[in-house]
């Protein structure tokens, strides 16, 4: 029991440990502590988090240096541990190398590379891409990777659906807008519809092509198709589900399919799907202010064929089978060629054979005799 | 009229008298020859275009300026066979004006009766043929039949041909209906001209008429024994041979 009683004698010695202790600290952790934290998001923070933070570039531009922390936070890159010197890969500690970009663009240019390290299959798509050729024409504004997705504050670009047409909308305000009231648009604005196409659906993502190409074109009635060929997608809004392969067997979709075959690339123009139903303002065909709205069917159909008069729009079967009720006339000349083209074969063909055999067996027979 | 040729290959001693008849007058002949080329013309370059998503077809039209040319040479067949049946129809209304065209190749009752005994013939329980004038009811057939083949087959051209113009007077629906009638017709009319018309003028018998214009005796009486026995009886004049005189 009397070795637990405190020893009062010797109070020196506590201090001394206490003093040893706590130079051994001084000892190790401030050389490599330091060090750590200079690479990480917090000790950036220590700084960026000051809403006031801004640089003026050459070009006059002033460039806010400000990070707001939560909204890091809630990005995808920071939580995984992705942190800032991930892409500022020059920036090692304080103070900073000095910055020689004249404008903001300049700026984001030339970081978006950074992207490529991670993202290197996005990173070559985009390479491919229709803006990444505007780029090399001289036009600094069209977009990389950063503008799309953001840089400090990234977050998945489709959640929600909604928000892609949005950005694409940063720069194609006015097929933005048109696509808004459109069918499609106007379906996702309502109901965050999860079916209608949205830019990307139809542009792609990444390697986004120039959508005036004839190839473009000629391939433009099997992305229509990728929905409207769907059965099940189509049967969900009581769409036919086959006006795409009743196209393909009409005169235009036979015409374009051969062209898609021979000669993607020359200029041709049959009707694909959007020449008639609009591009981006495409409108259910019940509605008044639709180009398949059967008022205005025949303005759309002069567009091709200037000489066409009002009786013309009976000629469009296009998109429906051959049936009594929609174009009786149509549905007896089937009904004639379905049942005369076999009989006239058979009749044809018994009395020949019917001849070839009696002729053979009498000329066997005179010969016999 | 029948002439008598004698067969120079013949000695002197055994003449053989080889009596013929005519058949069809010079002008029956241009138009079935130009009928025969304009409607071959028509359906070699018609194929290719129907069957435009076939591989034949595309190493046929291969560029878009053969697709020209071809289409081009189709349409000029069109016309030449288009001019042919106007002079036809228009050589038949003259004719009947005057009273004399001939009612040979009109379909009577007779052709069914005949049609019904030769397919008794056919099937041995005839023992003969049945006899028949100077067009039997095979050969109506083939006239009939093409008459009505061509005649849809004109009208459906044009209307694709001129879709714009047609539909100012005809209905929309003449388009799709032409489109499928057009391909439809030219099929069915190709099997008919191959299988009945071949068989009877090649297999049957080489039936050259068409191009000589004149039968022999032989064939005379084996296949048109009633116009036969009634030509021997009071030869008919040249003026009466079934067209004009030229």
Known sequence: MSKLIPIPKLPGLSLVVGFVVLVSLLWFTPASASELAQETEEYCLSCHSNADLQTTLPSGESLSLYISSEELQSSVHSPIGIECEACHTNITTYPHPSIDYQTVRDLSRSYYSACQKCHPDNYSRTMDSMHAQAAEAGNLDAPICTDCHGSHYIHPPDQPRTLIPATCGNCHIQEFSIYQSSVHGNALKQEANPDVPVCTTCHGVHNIQDPRTQQFRVNEPDLCAGCHANQEMMSKYGLSADVYSLYSLSWHGVDVSVYQARWPTIQHNSAICTDCHGIHDILKPGDPNSSVNPKNLLVTCQKCHPGASSKWTGAWTGHYKVSLQRTPFLFYVDLFYSSFTPLILWICGIYVALQLIRLTVDRARRSLR | ?246
Do not use: C
């Open chain 2, 1 to 246: 009229m029948s002439q008598s040729k004698s067969d120079p290959s013949s000695s002197t001693s055994r003449v053989k008298l080889l009596r013929t008849f005519p058949r069809f007058s010079v002008s029956q002949r241009w138009e079935h020859a130009i009928l025969l080329l304009s409607i071959a013309t028509l359906l070699l370059t018609g194929l290719p275009q129907k069957y435009r998503t076939a591989v034949w077809s595309q190493t046929i039209i291969s560029s878009l300026d053969r697709l020209a040319t071809i289409q081009l040479i189709h349409r000029v067949a069109a016309l030449v066979l288009t001019g042919l049946v106007l002079y036809h129809l228009g050589k038949a209304i003259f004719l009947m004006a005057r009273r004399k065209l001939p009612g040979d190749m009109l379909p009577t009752l007779q052709d069914v009766k005949d049609a019904w005994n030769m397919l008794l013939y056919l099937i041995y329980f005839k023992k003969q043929k049945p006899a028949f004038g100077k067009y039997n009811f095979e050969q109506k057939v083939t006239y009939w039949f093409l008459f009505f083949a061509i005649g849809i087959m004109l009208i459906s051209g044009y209307i694709m041909w001129f879709p714009e113009v047609i539909t100012r007077i005809l209905p929309g629906g003449a388009i799709p209906a032409a489109i499928m009638a057009h391909s439809t017709e030219a099929i069915v009319t190709t099997i008919f001209i191959v299988l009945w018309h071949f068989y009877h003028v090649h297999f049957e018998r080489l039936n050259l008429s068409i191009f000589s214009g004149w039968l022999n005796e032989e064939d005379m009486r084996t296949y048109h024994d009633l116009e036969y026995n009634q030509l021997v009886r009071e030869p008919r004049s040249n003026e009466s041979s079934g067209d004009m005189k030229l």
